[in-house]
């Protein structure tokens, strides 16, 4: 039978049985060789067994550890010990662990998005694997999109070429409406993918099937779509019986086939798709427009998945022959329009780049992409200042302590056990600001999201942190305990027991005063950067929103329909067009109204190179261009400087396919036509030789913002009834408040027709906050970060002044017995507060000039080292000043001296 462990009781009583034995033995015997010791009594028997035996203490010491692993033991009584440190200074503990939620949880927020937008790989089957192609170089024809587009035909021959890829696949995002049973149809967000989207992503359907290679045969032949599994679960309540179902996509009916898999979201975080549909369906999900097998318009994005072992610059190699002999037989195919040789040298001279895709594309990441670097960077310094903070407070707790510490180490105590002991409360104290930091982070990060344009379910970044982001809170767990507490451990541990033993009073501490006056100025310091970075994003937001677009914005609301989205066709939309308008400048609390083809503010219309011809020929460079109604510039109150309007002139009901008027902005007459007359020139769309220019202008418009709010460009309006009106963006000038006008303009596009979908209807002023959803981001969480460091420096400071104010209480005594005034002991504390803000401002102004420099991309009408932010910075500390050495002012105004000298 096994024995089981034995307990310390039993070992003391064995210690003890050995000792009577011998002191049994000396009182028969004696010592042995030692005369006179035969017959000892008891108790001289009991001291030589004693004595014989050896340090019994330390026995049952050895038998204690050799039971136990002592680490495991002395962490126990560490952290009982932190415990009960931290309960006996609940306001020096809320303080520190306050200080750690902000700094890991702000940090953990900004990284976890900065995690989703930037680095984290798509959830599809091995994404280090995809590469996007761009196409670099100049393109003969035109373009729907932003960048890295193509033509429909290059996809096609280069999936037919085989060899290079393991798979390619194709998308385009655009919108729908989308009809699902007898509920009205809703503007939705859709992909048209090819065949191969799904499967070479490797993505599985939660119902159903996905769209394949059999869904990409024939234009218009195959009329099904998958639905996303959010779309699915939010909008349709995960229905089941939703496979099979007919839907309308624009007004023509589509069968669902399938749901996607949770938690893809298509190959663009920043556009999240409610349906997928096949590219042969084209022109039922884009109906406006079709260039499914046009060669000369570039559309679609094409990905590819690499072969395993080839890297893209393997790729590369061997798709650079095959794009050679793709341009060149490009230039011998149908429709290869006439170019000049130099042109045609540099479209035969265009490469193709492969560019990392594992995290998809988006718009939205280069958009944000500086905006959130600077945001990690501000994060990074909020962090610095927290642990700061903290190790200010844990210096001073260290330095309270010094005499219990300097006793601890006479008798004995290894200087490593007294700093594994200040280190475990360190750490104690961050894994709790951890914890709280953990639960702050998800608010944050759902607050970031609500300032995008349309909030976060137009994005697939999440609040939620997996486990990734909880290894980077983790990791800083650890960090801020080894900055904040490893430090002011060493430093109060560095002692000489004697020299503090004979200390009395506060002259056992006030060693640290230095050390803790330097943190506080590197916490001033990093607060005044935070400070002025924030007035800078402030000031950028107020100067853009000063700016404006050039023209009142007051109750003008805009709203955009897309009647072949609702089942018209090409030509019953311009007379609906037309007579809306009509009907809308007939309400009697519409001030004005005009039509524009593209929204203002967005970029502009289309972009093309234009031929110009004013007594000389030349081409532009690619030029914004937009198509108005007559009275579209009065409308906004921009007047037209040179020439005239569009008029009744400029409306035909049948567009022979020119563009006969234009109105040019004043950008454009100064930068291409100088002091040449505006007035007569003609202007043809596009940049080749044989390029016609039937368009003349006849007006030059004043400048205003239309293609954003940081610039004016050249651009180009056209008569907007000279041409086919497919889809068309109203605004209009409201007499009363634009809630009221808003529901008024729902109703009449109503009357004249129920099925007529009103899309984004919003004021400008919403417009434009959508427009600076970068910037506001920026300056409201710029300035959350400098309230909380502001924060964090007034109490560093204030623990600085009450240690100052309490060390010194000798010194003031004198003065005041000596008749000095009262207030001169609180000038005193202010005057050392004043110091200490003086010399962080000192250390800051470099720093935040050289950090303004490295943003000035993101800034608008201010310089990087703005005096008005950084005198408004200054006051801002100057009143931190005051408040955090009020308290400590009067407690030192207040010592009696005769108390004072009697306490030393």
């Known amino acids: 039978m096994a024995r089981g462990r034995r307990s310390e009781q039993d070992f003391a009583d064995e210690i003890a049985a050995h000792v009577e034995i011998e002191a049994d033995r000396l009182m028969l015997e004696g010592v042995e060789g030692v005369e006179g010791t035969k017959g000892m009594d008891r108790a001289a028997a009991l001291a030589a067994a004693r004595r014989a035996f050896g340090n019994m203490t330390r026995s049952r010491e050895r038998f204690y550890e050799a039971r136990r692993w002592m680490w495991l033991d002395h962490l126990r009584r560490d952290l009982r010990h932190a415990l009960i440190e931290a309960a006996r200074t609940p306001v020096a503990t809320a303080i520190v662990v306050l200080s750690f939620a902000l700094g890991v949880g702000f940090n953990t927020a900004i990284f976890s998005l900065a995690d989703q937008a930037l680095v984290r790989g798509l959830p599809v089957a091995r994404p280090d694997q995809l590469v996007m192609l761009d196409w670099h170089g ?11 587009l193509f033509p429909y035909p290059f996809y096609a021959e280069l999936r037919r070429s085989g060899g290079v890829f393991a798979e390619v696949f194709a998308r385009h995002p655009t919108d729908v409406h989308l009809a699902v049973g007898r509920g009205d149809s809703e503007p939705v967000a859709a992909e048209v993918v090819s065949g191969s989207y799904f499967p070479a992503l490797g993505v599985r359907p939660a119902l159903g099937r996905l769209l394949g290679d059999a869904d990409d045969l024939q234009p218009g032949g195959h009329p099904v779509v998958v639905l996303s599994y959010d779309y699915w679960r939010g909008r349709l309540g995960g229905d089941p019986g939703v496979v099979g179902r007919r839907v309308l996509v624009n007004s023509f009916p589509m069968v669902v086939v399938g749901v996607a898999a949770p938690g893809f979201r298509g190959v663009d975080w920043g556009r999240v798709p409610a349906l997928w549909v096949p590219l042969m369906m084209k022109r039922q999900a884009t109906p406006s427009w079709d260039a499914l097998l046009d060669r000369r318009t570039r559309w679609l994005h094409v990905f590819g998945r690499l072969r395993p072992g080839v890297s893209p610059r393997q790729a590369k190699a061997r798709l650079d022959p095959w794009f050679k002999s793709y341009l060149s037989e490009d230039t011998r195919s149908e429709g290869w329009p006439r170019v000049s040789p130099q042109e045609l040298r540099q479209f035969l001279g265009s490469t193709l780049d492969l560019l990392p895709a594992a995290g998809g594309r988006s718009d939205l990441r280069g958009r944000l992409r500086q905006p959130i670097v600077i945001l990690l960077a501000a994060t990074a310094l909020l962090l610095v200042l927290a642990c700061l903070n903290v190790a200010n407070l844990s210096l001073a707790k260290a330095l309270a302590r010094h005499r219990p510490t300097a006793l601890r180490v006479a008798l004995g105590a290894s200087r490593g056990r007294i700093l594994a002991q200040q280190a475990t409360e360190s750490a104690l104290l961050a894994a709790a600001g951890t914890a709280a930091g953990l639960l702050l982070a998800p608010a944050v990060c759902r607050a970031i999201l609500s300032l995008l344009p349309d909030g976060a379910g137009s994005v697939a970044l999440r609040a ?25 451990a060493l430093y109060a541990t560095a002692i000489h027991p004697a020299a503090v033993l004979k200390q009395r009073g506060a002259a056992a501490s006030a060693g640290g005063r230095g050390v803790r006056q330097g943190l506080v100025v590197a916490q001033f310091a990093l607060a005044l950067i935070l400070l002025v970075g924030a007035g800078l994003f402030a000031r950028t937001l107020s100067s853009l929103r000063q700016r404006g677009p050039g023209f009142s914005t007051s109750n003008l609301l805009m709203f955009r329909i897309a009647p072949m989205s609702n089942g018209y066709d090409a030509a019953r939309s311009k007379p609906l067009v037309r007579r809306l308008l009509a009907a809308v400048q007939q309400q009697p609390d519409v001030a004005g109204a005009g039509v524009a083809r593209w929204e203002m503010l967005a970029g502009g219309g289309w972009n093309n190179p234009v031929t110009v011809q004013a007594g000389r020929r ?18 906004l109150g921009v007047p037209v400087v040179r020439g005239r309007d569009f008029d009744q002139r400029d409306a035909p009901y049948e567009w022979d396919g020119d563009r006969r008027s234009a109105i040019v902005n004043e950008e454009f007459v100064r930068r291409y036509l100088g002091h040449d007359d505006p007035l007569g020139a003609r202007l043809g769309i596009g940049d080749g030789p044989a390029t016609a220019t039937p368009t003349q202008i006849v007006g030059v418009v004043r400048n205003f913002q239309d293609t954003g709010l940081r610039r004016v460009e050249p651009e180009i309006f056209f008569a907007l009834w000279e041409g086919g009106v497919r889809e068309a963006v109203f605004y209009v000038r409201t007499r009363t408040a634009s809630p009221v006008a808003a529901r008024s303009l729902r109703a009449l596009v109503r009357r004249i027709d129920p099925a007529l979908t009103v899309l984004a209807l919003r004021t400008l002023d919403d417009e434009l906050d959508r427009l600076l959803s970068s910037e506001r981001i920026l300056a409201t969480l710029a300035a959350a970060f400098a309230a909380v460091a502001t924060l964090l420096a007034m109490i560093g400071l204030y623990g600085v002044l009450s240690f100052s104010a309490a060390s010194r209480a000798r010194e003031i005594g004198i003065r005041l017995a000596l008749g000095a005034p009262r207030r001169a002991a609180g000038g005193l504390i202010l005057r050392e507060a004043a110091l200490l803000a003086a010399a962080g401002a000192a250390v800051a102004v470099p720093a935040a000039w050289a950090l303004g420099r490295l943003v000035e991309a993101q800034l608008f009408g201010v310089r990087p080292l703005d005096a008005a932010s950084l005198a408004a910075a200054a006051v801002i500390l100057a009143l931190v000043c005051l408040a955090a050495g009020a308290v400590p002012a009067g407690r030192a105004s207040a010592v009696n001296p005769l108390d004072t000298m009697r306490g030393e």
């Open 618 to 635: 030349f081409v532009t460079e690619d030029l914004a261009m937009d198509s108005v109604s007559p009275g579209f510039f009065a409308m």
């Open 464 to 488: 939620d942190l997996d486990p990734r982001v909880l290894g980077f809170a983790a990791a800083l767990t650890v960090l801020t305990a080894l900055v904040s507490g490893v430090g002011p």
């Open 138 to 148: 100049d393109f003969v024809g035109g373009g729907v999109g932003t960048d890295n």
